[in-house]
């Protein structure tokens, strides 16, 4: 009897034995079905490997909980998963997903992607197939540092820093390449937000960007003679201590490195990128972060509007390009009439918005400069004073910067001179088209008191018709006019200008000259299809 007790006990183990086997089979299948099996190690040829590209700074933090990551073991469809890190930089892995660039070698699709801004998965373009998920694995603000500058006090504004509240910045400002790197993106952003509450927000937007132009930087270190660095909180830690950074009154935008799934369909490859995605937001992920002088964070990166951030590196990318311009300046003997409420001739006048208009101009921009009447070189109407080139270049004994300013000090109406307008218009659109350089804004700037009145030259109608008849959209050349005085015709000027998408300003008095330039730079921004 014990006996068959014993038997009986002994079936209720094999039965007990049977519910534990198929209970463990049970939570095996949810663990192959759903995720985590907490078995170490995960290795040989069967194991699905993930492919992910980094930002080189978070990478070595990526690293680290990838190596936890595989040894946990990891399922998905049945196979273990593992991911293998590499450093790729964010500008060119988007170029590679937005077809851009060859994908090829560390430029080949990923099957996650972390770059240090949401930006780049916007500016790889929705065809890229990337899409953002809600874990930011780090952040790290955008700050200032100010070379030479005592530490402590109050922070400045971004305003005082880079001089948006005026009509140019008073500041060198150092950034590192939008076309490159997240913070010189962020930092365009943070221009554009700064400029929208501004009076003229596109003028005010040129001004910061040609600033920002001349004092590229790819290191805080390295910008010694700058007075303002834009730089990230992180890189300011690792080179000389978090608090070198200044972090101005209004706050900053962040850098919110993103997890990009760059492929993303359902599927056991799909299912495994989630699950290093849960990894790569829990604790010890946030502290690998923050060993590297990053804020740590698990919550959603940040919202940013794709428009936005195209529009705002497009326009980096046409301000970029080298300017070339040929200035046609009017010296008809109306020029030497005195501007109402001043002591100054109009020739007066625009010669000193010429000279201010060229102090904003880099070395590497190409200018020249002819002056027109009727009749000044034989039959012609224009002359050239100096020959178009950079303006860093030397003529003779001086840079080509120097020979405009003293060209211009010496410029003197043309006694009974009349305005050859069209003429001269038009042999300078002509011109600019014969020499185009693609990879430079070509442009014509005339600066006019008046209307043509030179009997001997092109009507109006023949000049729009030679320029509708001549201009090439595939190698824009645009005419900007500036009109100044009673006597200008805007509806005629416009004429002109239209066919080859340009513009016309008309001054009032003097003040109106310096925020002309601005306007007329601020062009840049969409030609050539303003």
């Not at 937000?193 to 590229?216: E, H, K």
């Not at 000389?240 to 993103?258: I, Q, T």
């Not at 604790?283 to 428009?307: I, Y």
Request: glycine share 10%; hydrophobic share 40%; net charge positive.
């Amino acid at each position: 009897m014990s006996g068959r007790h014993r038997v009986r006990g002994m079936g209720g183990r094999r039965r007990r034995a049977v519910v534990a086997v198929s209970a463990g089979a049970a939570v095996l299948a949810a663990a192959v079905a759903y995720g985590v099996v907490r078995v170490r190690g995960c290795g040989g040829p069967d194991a699905l490997v993930l492919d992910v590209a980094a930002a080189p700074e978070i990478a070595p933090a990526v690293r680290s909980v990838a190596a936890r990551f595989g040894a946990e073991r990891h399922v998905a469809g049945g196979r273990c998963v593992r991911a293998r890190v590499r450093a790729v930089e964010p500008y060119a892995m988007a170029a590679a997903l937005s077809g851009n660039a060859p994908p090829v070698g560390g430029l080949r699709r990923p099957d996650v992607w972390i770059p240090d801004t949401s930006a780049w998965a916007h500016l790889a373009g929705a065809s890229s197939g990337a899409v953002v998920t809600r874990t930011s694995v780090a952040t790290t603000p955008l700050v200032a540092v100010l070379p030479g500058r005592p530490r402590g006090g109050a922070p400045p504004s971004w305003h005082d820093l880079l001089g948006t509240r005026d009509d140019k910045p008073a500041k060198r400002i150092a950034v590192p390449d939008p076309a490159r790197d997240g913070a010189g993106i962020t930092a365009l952003l943070l221009t554009r937000w700064l400029a929208r509450g501004t009076r003229r927000p596109d003028a005010v937007f040129v001004n910061v960007v040609r600033a920002m132009r001349q004092n590229l930087t790819p290191d805080a270190r390295t910008a010694v003679s700058a007075d303002v660095v834009l730089t990230t909180e992180q890189a300011v830690s690792r080179a000389a201590g978090r608090e070198a950074a200044v972090h101005p009154s209004e706050g900053s935008f962040n850098l919110d490195y993103p997890v990009v799934l760059t492929a993303p369909r359902p599927g056991t490859r799909d299912a495994a990128a989630r699950m290093l995605e849960r990894a790569l937001r829990d604790g010890r992920a946030r502290r690998a972060v923050r060993s590297l002088g990053f804020r740590a964070t698990g919550r959603e990166p940040a919202v940013l509007d794709p428009g936005e951030v195209r529009d705002a590196v497009q326009s980096w990318a046409r301000l970029s390009l080298g300017t070339r311009m040929l200035s046609l300046l009017d010296v008809s003997g109306s020029m030497a009439q005195t501007v109402p409420g001043t002591r100054a001739s109009r020739m007066q006048v625009l010669t000193r918005a010429a000279q201010e208009g060229l102090a904003f101009q880099p070395d590497d921009t190409e200018l020249g400069q002819w002056v027109f009447a009727t009749r000044l070189d034989g039959a012609r109407d224009w002359r050239e004073t100096v020959p178009v080139g950079p303006l860093g270049e030397r003529v003779g004994s001086a840079t080509r910067r120097q020979r405009i300013l003293s060209t211009l000090a010496a410029l003197r109406p043309e006694p009974g001179g009349r305005t050859g307008l069209y003429e001269s218009v038009l042999a300078a659109f002509r011109y600019m088209r014969r020499t185009y350089k693609p990879e430079m804004v070509n442009s014509v700037l005339v600066m006019t008191d008046g209307r043509n009145d030179d009997a001997d030259g092109p009507t109006l109608d023949a000049t729009v018709a030679a320029l509708r008849r001549e201009y090439d959209p595939g190698r824009p050349v645009q005419i900007i006019v500036i009109g100044f005085g009673a006597d200008v015709d805007p509806a005629e000027l416009r004429r002109i200008t239209e066919v080859t998408r340009g513009g016309v300003h008309i001054a009032r008095d003097p003040a109106d000259i310096r925020k002309i330039f601005g306007t007329a730079m601020a062009r840049r921004m969409c030609a050539p299809d303003c």
